[in-house]
């Protein structure tokens, strides 16, 4: 019966499935893998997806558990082996919505900086780091303003070129436009949520695209997880816009 039911709740999840590939519109606050603490996770509900050879399919990138939205998984080890290689070679293309504190200027740009972890005993957090510094690795976040909600708020597209843990969350902590509801990273003093807005993580994975295994793209795009679309909605801002990362380089 468990099993029956974790199966209906990945196939409710489905946004794009193949022979070789699913696309996943994953829910805020489930977690992708295990760790301490951890109960429910995807890569343990995928069990119940085990082929009549014993194949599992197999997670092939990450969101942190507070974020929404696409999740690529590899059916086959042959799917998982391609796709592996194009996040190596940078050849999947990410969107990252997101409703920041603040309207960033200029209203397009680059944020460059090296990243590295600080462990304490109860957390994990990426700070900025120089060249050289221990554990340190490049991080390069294209961001565009879609919209504003007055001075206060503004909902900015993220394209992360490097796949660094917390990228896209601390970079924009960084340039002073942290994300709503970010437990983590959010360091505004005497900041108060406008009302109706929930203190959750505003923060969607809002588009992946990457080539095919077998040829051709995968291109999907996720909906607003019901939190958002609640401030979306509460705010005033419209979906449906033409979305400026379109024109950010790729590189």
Known sequence: EAATKTLQALKDMILFEDADVMVLNKPAGL?????????????????????????????????????A??????????????????????????????????????????????????????????????????????????????????TKLAWVSLKPVTGRTHQLRAHMAHIGHAIIGDPKYFNKENWELPGGLQKRLHLLARRISIPHPRGGTIDVTAPLP??????????????????????????
């Open 226 to 251: 019901p939190h958002m679309l609640q401030s979306w909605n509460l705010l005033g801002l419209e979906a449906d816009r033409f979305d400026p990362i379109e024109n950010a380089p790729e590189e």
């Open 31 to 67: 977690a992708v893998q295990g760790g301490s603490g951890i109960t429910r996770n995807v890569d343990d509900m995928l069990e119940v997806m085990r082929d009549a050879k014993g194949q599992k399919p197999r997670l092939v990138h990450r969101l942190d558990k507070e974020t």
């Open 69 to 150: 939205g696409c999740l690529l998984i590899a059916k086959t080890r042959f799917a998982a082996t391609a796709l592996t290689g194009s996040f190596r070679h940078r050849s999947a293309r990410k969107v990252y919505w997101a409703l920041v504190a603040g309207v960033p200027k200029p209203k397009q740009g680059r944020i460059s900086t090296y990243l590295a972890k600080e462990e304490s005993e109860d957390d994990t957090i990426m700070v900025i780091a120089k060249h050289g510094d221990e554990g340190a690795s490049h991080a390069v976040t294209y961001y565009a303003v879609v919209e504003t909600s007055a």
